[in-house]
């Protein structure tokens, strides 16, 4: 019986990449240079690591975690890492020093097992506002993060949607900086808008929400604010663009208390919008982030899995994408030394 090739290609999600699955599998860890991929997952990680076993169908590696009563962390591997390749996925979220100095020390502990290659997979990376100076007397802590990884022992990173590429530049270690962007710009193009616009939240996002207008074939607008230092809280000033009776996705990059997005939907609905949409790789929420998302009444929130979300807390109107399988994928390929920029035509 003949199959048809267009029944065959799956769609990588996250990716642009189609994969034949009858002459293009995917392959399974059959051992590399580094030996077999080894899993671990740090404690703020768990769901997405298991998503991420799921999808190359192997186990998540035995790991034991303790904070002792003087706030020590200790971790101990239950099984053995030497000579394999290791992907330890840890996102840099709440309880974020906790997290950051577990996967340190996690770091260190396979390396004192003679693990073949470690990889931290990050898929949301903290103090990355912190890229320069700029002001006296600061520090560029996003620098320190870089150095404290690769003093600890990793040998590559896996990241999403850095705040500011030129990170990349303070790692002396190899890694794949990736991007939500086709995810989530997918989950958009299906739903189909009518008379949409995109809108970025601010003027430091317009280059990418360029890229959204580009691939949705639609008009970009741009929310043009001040940021009220003595406060930290931003003012939203004018639009940039028009969006009188017309459909609106706000982009970002990430959200914390919402207050930026509370003042650009506000801004928006003034200029005569109608259903405004928002979407956003990192879902950070903190304060009383969810009651302002909330109290938007937005037609749909569309973000991802970097950040764990308690399913309590996921709003109705919350469309939650997994980077799961783009992320898998990239495991795999780097494990096999395969182009990872070939999942985007790159």
Known sequence: MMVSMENTMEKIPGTKFLRDTETNPVVRDTGGPHGHIMLFAGAASHGLCSQIASYLKLPIGDSERMIFPNENIFVRLKESVRGQDVYLVQSMSTPLHDNIMEMLIMIDALKRDSAGRINVVIPYMSYTRSDKKDQPRVPITARLIANMLEVAGADRYITIDLHAMQIQGFFNIPGDALTAFHLLSDHVQDLNVPDLVVCSADLGFAKKARNWAEKLGCPLAIVEKRRLFNTGQ?????????????????????????????????????????????????????????????DLELKEIITTNTVALPEEQILPNMKVLSVAPLLGEVILRAHEGRSVGELFNE
């Not at 506000?266 to 982030?289: M, W």
């Open 234 to 294: 931003s003012e939203a000033l004018t639009i940039i663009g028009d969006v009188e009776g017309k459909n609106v996705l706000l982009v970002d990059d990430e959200v914390l208390t919402g207050g930026t997005i509370v003042n650009a939907v506000k801004a928006i609905r003034e200029r005569g919008a109608k259903d405004v949409y928002l979407a956003f790789t990192h879902a950070l929420l903190k304060d009383k982030a969810f009651e302002r998302l909330a």
